[in-house]
C-alpha cells in the first residue's frame, strides 16, 4: 500500500488530495519538526532531503517532489482523468502550469515563513506573487471551472494547497475574485474535504 509522509497544511496537502481523487487505499505517516514520524521512524533516513511530500510505494521505494509525485499518481490512475495523457498538446499546456505554480508561486511563499527574512525582502515577494496570481486570475477570465478547463486536475490541488497560505503571510488575494471562487470550488470536492480533515485543518483558513 502506498504511504505519504506528510506535514499538516504543507505542499504535501496537495499530494493528499491526489490520492484522495485516485481513490487508491494509501496510510498517511505525519512528519514532525523534529524529523521524526508520528510512528517514531526517523524521516531523514527515508528522505534525506527531509522535506514533504515523500511517497512510499508498494515495494518501499521513496518518490520526492511535488510535481514528479502528482504526475506519477495521475499517469497511473488515468481512469480519474487527473490529467491528459503525455504527448498531447493538452498535457503540454498543464506541465506548463504546474511548473509555474511551483516555481513562481509555491517558491516565492517559501520565505514568507521564514523569520530571518527581512521585511522589506517580504514586501517585495508579496508583490511578486500578487503578480504571478494576475495570470491566473487571467486565465480564469474565460468562465472555465478549473484551472485547465472543465476537468479538475493536480494543478487544482497544487494551486489550492499553497493559495491557503496567502492569510497566515499577509498575501491579499482580494484583488482576484476567480482565485477565490476557484478556491472555493475545489473546497467542496469530498476528496478535499476528506484530505482537510484527516489533516486537522477543516476549520483552519
Not at 47 to 70: C, F, R, S
Not at 125 to 151: A, F, H
Request: with cysteine; aromatic share 8%; glycine share 6%.
Amino acid at each position: 500500500m502506498l504511504k505519504l509522509f506528510y506535514m499538516p497544511g504543507a505542499c504535501s496537502l496537495a499530494t493528499h488530495i491526489i490520492l484522495r481523487e485516485t481513490g487508491e487505499p494509501f496510510e498517511l505517516e505525519k512528519v514532525g519538526r523534529d524529523k521524526k514520524t508520528d510512528k517514531g521512524a526517523d524521516f531523514l533516513k527515508l528522505n534525506p532531503k527531509g522535506y514533504v511530500p515523500a511517497l512510499q510505494l508498494d515495494d518501499g521505494e521513496i518518490v520526492t517532489e511535488n510535481i514528479v509525485i502528482h504526475q506519477y499518481l495521475a499517469d497511473h490512475h488515468a481512469s480519474a482523468y487527473l490529467l491528459p495523457k503525455h504527448g498531447t498538446r493538452e498535457r503540454l499546456r498543464v506541465d506548463q502550469l504546474m511548473v509555474y505554480v511551483s516555481t513562481e508561486i509555491h517558491k516565492s511563499y517559501s520565505p514568507l515563513f521564514n523569520p530571518a527574512f527581512p521585511e522589506e525582502v517580504k514586501v517585495i515577494l508579496r508583490d511578486k506573487l500578487v503578480q504571478r496570481y494576475g495570470l491566473i486570475e487571467e486565465l480564469l477570465s474565460d468562465g472555465r471551472t478549473w484551472l485547465t478547463g472543465e476537468q479538475f486536475s493536480t494543478v487544482d490541488a497544487y494551486l489550492f494547497t499553497v493559495s491557503r497560505w496567502s492569510k497566515n503571510t499577509g498575501v491579499d488575494l482580494s484583488k482576484f475574485p476567480g482565485v477565490i471562487a476557484l478556491n472555493e470550488r475545489i473546497a467542496t470536492r469530498p476528496g478535499v474535504k476528506a484530505a482537510l480533515e484527516a489533516e486537522g485543518l477543516a476549520k483552519a483558513p
